[in-house]
């Protein structure tokens, strides 16, 4: 029997892939400098045990003012009009509201009117499962053009007087327009570990109704609390394994992959992936050191920066993948 995947690429003759990206990061940086200013680091620590110098730090920005400046920014790119936009996507978990989600505020800024709009969780994976979703509308006919945006404002999440959080991450957001295509998405893989979620987490505010006792109640807003070590060891067990996953399905080596673009997490991470997949270092493009972790934002900000480099060629293949809270894994396999 055949799978799923093949059917759906038969049955269509098409395939969804991206046609342009965006990306928006905060005016404000902020050196490793001056965070020895205001917790117990040094600037020789957190580069070498992460690969950061600097992040980018939302003062006057908002995860939703992000978020459309990255839109406009790839739909510019893509050469596609806001009533042409019938899906949009935010991977998030640092929206300005509990609701409306990010995506409909979006659409409002962009005036959008035609498309569905919808916020996804998956933590540093949520643009490419973004990415999965849209694949799969598109190929099954509920939407033409989707926009695929992954956005945080993570400073407001962080506890900047523990050493261990603070220093990692950063504010951004990247986006992708995603349309039927020839030759796009080759395969997606994807995963999740809800019992090893506890490793990396924020509370929500608590329930305080009037039913509960004083004693119950607990409203102060919690930061990201994280296990380095247990995330470290998951991502570098897990980031290969789908990695090979997706290539298998797509029918492709590493070999054959021009860049892999990786979650923008701690570069030993992407250096030990490199190794364990055989591939050189330079295969695996970086802008961790300038922009630190934004979760979400990491990999469509990275995918961003690559295109407008002019690193991409017509036909160049290349794998997204992602990891972070939930937990949460993937890869995907594309044809530029
Ligand atoms: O996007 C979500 C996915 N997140 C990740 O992928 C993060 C994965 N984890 C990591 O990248 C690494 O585990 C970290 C960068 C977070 C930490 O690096 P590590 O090499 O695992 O360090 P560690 O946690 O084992 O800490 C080593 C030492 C400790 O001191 P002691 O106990 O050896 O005295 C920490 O207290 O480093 C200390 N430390 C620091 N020292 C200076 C922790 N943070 C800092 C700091 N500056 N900022």
């Not at 490793?32 to 580069?47: A, G, P, S």
């Not at 959008?112 to 994976?125: E, Q, R, S, V």
């Not at 399905?249 to 991470?269: M, S, T, V």
């Not at 991409?312 to 993937?330: N, R, S, W």
């Amino acid at each position: 029997m055949k799978d799923f995947e093949s059917f759906r690429q038969e049955e269509t003759g098409m395939s969804a892939g991206i046609v342009g990206t965006g990306s928006a990061l905060p005016a404000r940086v902020v050196s490793n400098q001056e965070l020895e200013r205001l917790v117990d680091t040094t600037d020789e620590w957190i580069r070498s045990r992460t690969g950061i110098e600097s992040r980018h730090i939302a003062v006057e920005e908002t995860t939703t003012s992000m978020a459309v400046e990255a839109a406009e920014k790839a739909m510019k790119n893509a050469g596609v009009t806001a009533d042409e936009i019938d899906l949009i996507i935010v991977g998030t978990v640092s929206g300005d509201m509990h609701f409306p989600s990010t995506a409909c505020q979006v659409q409002k800024e962009i005036s959008a009117g035609n498309a569905t709009a919808f916020d996804i969780n998956a933590a540093c994976a949520g643009f490419l499962f973004g990415l999965a979703i849209a694949d799969a509308y598109i190929r099954s006919g509920m939407a033409r053009t989707a926009l695929i945006i992954g956005a945080e404002t993570l400073s407001k999440l962080t506890d900047w007087s523990d050493r261990g959080t603070c220093v990692l991450f950063g504010d951004g957001a990247g986006a992708a327009v995603v349309q039927k295509k020839e030759e796009g998405i080759l395969s997606i893989a994807q995963g999740s570990d809800g019992a090893g979620g506890g490793a990396l987490t924020c509370r929500d505010r608590e329930n305080s109704n009037p039913f509960m006792t004083q004693a119950m109640m607990n409203t102060d807003p919690d930061h990201t609390h994280m296990n380095g070590q247990e995330v470290y060891r998951f991502a570098v067990k897990t980031v290969p394994v789908i990695i090979e996953k997706a290539l298998e399905k797509a029918q492709l080596g590493p070999e054959d992959i021009k860049f892999f673009l990786l979650h923008q997490a701690n570069i030993r991470i992407i250096e030990a992936v490199a190794r364990k997949l055989g591939q050189p270092a330079e295969k695996f493009p970086t802008n961790l050191q300038k922009c630190g972790n934004i979760s979400a934002g990491s990999i469509p900000v990275l995918l961003d920066y690559v295109h407008q480099e002019g690193m991409l060629q017509k036909g160049d293949k290349i794998v997204l993948a992602g990891f972070g809270g939930g937990l949460t894994f993937g890869a995907a396999v594309l044809i530029w």
